[in-house]
């Protein structure tokens, strides 16, 4: 029989690509205009250019912070699409790995969250939109992470996933970090430009 | 560098397969490499994949993906032994700490993490050849009969990414121009600089967004059936490449089901190979290497174009 192991890369893999294409779905079955279309693309677009934009800081990825805001404004369903095709075009040009679906993922989840966010809470603070970025830093480190922990790391238990994000623990503090100064300096500037433009395709002259 | 790690046409025969065909090698490559712990077939499906690198004329490439490879294997060398108390032969007590316990760091632990890092190498060598061997659109193209949308968003993002890059440029340097230098000033004034040129770029890419959006609609965007232009055809290389990869895929399954290729780490080292193990490893890896073998052969020998 094939050992447990392989069992258990397999599965996280399957159910990473399975929330995708459940994602994927949902965005298709919305009625998407050329306009709403048009716009998630540039979004996407500019969130991978975040990636190279700051790489010369170390692991500030104004991406996720670009993303947030889009699934802020134009709601969770094309706040997913926008992390995650940030994801998967930056890589076609900074080189894919196994760790693409997993970013896709990560990402797309940021975007739709902050989109649920607006949703639960529409009134929400800016130090709790600040908060909520820096929270991100981490989780984002926590889901690729989990990739890292379930295809070479065993035993699969607590202690080894906790020892995998430990080893990361700075690199995700400064991701953390730098999404919150990022939202603290230029988040309501963001909003109201990406605002504004969401508002023209809503908008209809009879 | 990111040129190097962009897909570049070079008229090879890899690249002209279709990329079904070209996505079944890879994806068989990689449950390969997920399925077998055995380090002898982890080496040989890393020596394969380099074959096939090095048909694409890629090892430029490879060796960026080997060298960010091989920074993450650091982690893997160190967490398997400090986590893992299944090894029998100790070779170190550590200190107590407080969530891992007492420390035993033991050969086969130590093992176990050079054989997966041995795999993430492969993994990475993998992801490599997709990059240099299939198109984005061609790959995107699968994607777009079963989810349009999302491969329009897809496609037209990737077609901007270059685009902006350069339009970044072209901000940078008229900020330079005025006065703005990139590589002074502390974080603080770093980060400002930088994000003005996320601003402006942010702006005019929208203005953009709504002229590409009329013009989609111009051309009948949404008004009906989608027609399609361009047909991967099916072609008999297309056929015997991907039969090599299924059988390679069945075989290598089949094998690591009845016990092959799997090798025991805990609590004693299993032995790595047996006879078996040789006659399936290797008659995997030539299944492996036809792609590659073709490939000589078309640029080589005018019969099999």
Known sequence: MLRKGAWAEMFSTVMVIVVLGFMFFSFELH????????????MSAVAAIGRVAFAALPNVQATTFIVMVSGYVMGPSAGFMV??????????????????????????LSGASAGLIKKLFPSISRAGMIIFCFLWGYFFGWIMN???????????????????????????SFHAAGNAVLYFCFGQGFIKILGRFYRRLKVTVR | MLEELFYQEKELFLQKLHPAAAMLHICTLLVLSLIFTNPLYLVGIFLCT?????????????????????????????????????GATILWHGPRLPVFGKITVSLEAVFYGAVMSMRLLDVISIFCLYNIMVHPDKALNILERFAFKSALVLSLATRMFPAMIRHLENIKQVQVVRGVDFSTGSFRQKLDKYTNLIYILLLSSLEDSMEMAEAMQARAFGSGRRMCYVRDVFKPEDFICAASSMTALFVGALGAVKGYGVMNFYPYLGSVYSMGDIYLLAFMLAMLSVPTLLSWGWHRCRYFR
């Open chain 1, 31 to 42: 009625r998407t205009s050329s306009k709403e279309i048009a716009l998630v693309a540039v």
């Open chain 1, 83 to 108: 992390g995650a095709a940030a994801a998967l075009v930056s890589n076609f040009f900074m080189g894919q790995g196994p760790w693409t679906p997993w970013q896709m993922l990560a990402w797309g």
């Open chain 1, 146 to 172: 989990l990739w890292y922990w379930s295809a070479f790391i065993r035993p699969l238990n607590i202690n080894s996933f906790i020892a995998a994000c430990i080893s990361s623990i700075w690199l995700d």
């Open chain 2, 50 to 86: 380099g074959l096939s690198v090095y048909a694409l004329e890629g090892l430029q490439t490879w060796k960026l993906f080997i060298k960010g490879g091989l920074l993450m294997t650091v982690p893997i060398m160190i967490i398997n032994p400090l986590v893992s108390r299944a």
